[in-house]
């Protein structure tokens, strides 16, 4: 079994609409989870941090972190064209950080 | 406010030779992390560095080692070159356990 799982992609969507990706993971003992966007090309970038159960909002951006079910998600609303890259998921176990394969958002005019 | 950077840009080596990469964290970091990340997949753990010593490493093989200066800049090394070692590295920063930040990447093409 995969230390992270994201759901496969592509994922297509519309201008505006919301765009839900989600991430299950196997270790327990991640505390840390942190949401990356890697555009074509370049290096990841770090769009969102979440440390308790829950939501958290930071603009147009929710992330949402179930630790029984080891499970965390991102929600983009209004999704814009300079959404479109890859999405990943990332548990940290101790000091590293596990990345999944990635989500590739497509938002489409 | 300078983020991380990494050099060079892009390297091409010739398989069976070595290779070292160089990071500088963003100011105010004093812990470097090492990724590999192979087409289409999601960076994997090389090693990270803390106070000039490996803190935590990854199932990578003893050809790649590493090293942290006392300005908190690092290095990667790669000896025996491999064609599988064709990837993105990349250098992530950190204060401490808190959020990591990456830099550009560096592109090795091994032939």
């Known amino acids: 079994q995969k230390e992270v799982e994201q759901n496969s992609g592509p994922l297509s969507v519309p201008e505006g609409a919301i765009a839900s990706l989600n991430c299950t993971y196997s270790?327990?003992?991640?505390?840390?989870f942190f949401w990356y966007r890697q555009y074509s090309g370049k290096s990841p970038e770090l769009i969102m941090s979440?440390?308790?159960?829950g939501d958290k909002e930071d603009g147009r951006f929710t992330a949402q972190l179930n630790k029984a079910s080891q499970y965390v998600s991102l929600l983009i609303r209004d999704s814009q064209p300079s959404d479109s890259a890859t999405y990943l998921c990332?548990?940290?176990?101790?000091?590293?950080?596990?990345f999944g394969a990635g989500t590739t958002v497509t938002v489409r005019a | 406010d300078a983020g991380v950077t990494q050099s060079p840009t892009h390297l091409i080596k010739t398989r069976g030779q070595q290779v070292t990469l160089r990071c500088s964290p963003k100011?105010?970091?004093?812990?470097v992390s090492w990724y590999q990340q192979a087409l289409g997949q999601g960076p994997q753990f090389i090693f990270q560095?803390?106070?000039?010593?490996?803190?935590q490493r990854g199932n990578f093989p003893d050809r790649f080692s590493g090293h942290q200066f006392p300005n908190y800049s690092s290095e990667l090394n790669v000896n025996a070159l491999l064609l599988g070692d064709s990837a993105l590295y990349l250098c992530?920063?950190?204060?401490?356990?808190?959020?990591?930040?990456f830099g550009p990447g560096t592109r090795l093409t091994v032939t």
């Open positions: 992530a920063s950190s204060s401490r356990h808190y959020e990591q930040y």
């Open positions: 100011s105010g970091h004093d812990t």
């Open positions: 979440i440390y308790s159960n």
């Open positions: 270790d327990r003992v991640s505390q840390s």
């Open positions: 560095y803390y106070e000039e010593e490996e803190r």
């Open positions: 990332a548990p940290r176990d101790d000091y590293k950080l596990s």
